[in-house]
């Protein structure tokens, strides 16, 4: 099958023809709109705004419960030292143990502390999405 030629381009070689290409489905019916989660939020109706008072809530209780156990565990440290005279003065590997749990011990409860925080905001987040995705 040959292409119709058009004009000449500038290095005077023959350019095809454009040829414009149509579906013939577009006289087709159209889906009906389903109201959707997405658009439930999108148009910020009161289901809408119930979604993402849900999405919200969690998110605030798992924030709470990360700062709680993180406090509760690097506040223990000072009440550990009050309660324990010993512990003021005693040495591991020539360091006081103050020192030691401050510079050293601290850090991983608060990398533990905002991994779990991540990871869990991420799987509240997925499983938003898939309810909210699933409303169709």
């Given amino acids: 099958m040959s292409t119709p030629e058009g004009p000449e381009d500038t290095a005077g070689q ?21 109201p ?4 439930e939020i999108d148009e910020q109706t009161r289901l809408g705004e119930i979604y993402m008072h849900s999405l919200i809530q969690s998110q605030l209780r798992l924030a709470l419960a990360v700062i709680g156990g993180a406090a509760v565990v ?4 000072p009440l550990l030292f009050a309660l324990v ?7 591991i590997f020539g360091l006081p143990l103050p020192w030691v749990i401050l510079g050293i011990v601290v850090y991983p ?8 925080y991540v990871r869990n905001a991420e799987r509240i987040e997925a499983d938003f999405t898939e309810f909210v995705g699933r409303q169709e």
């Fill in 109 to 116: 409860v608060v990398y533990v502390s905002a991994r779990l």
């Fill in 14 to 34: 023959r350019v095809p023809r454009r040829v414009r290409v149509t579906s013939p489905r577009t006289s087709a019916a159209r889906r009906p709109i389903i």
């Fill in 85 to 91: 005279p010993a512990t003021r003065t005693l040495d």
């Fill in 36 to 39: 959707t989660g997405t658009r």
């Fill in 74 to 77: 690097l506040g223990g440290i």
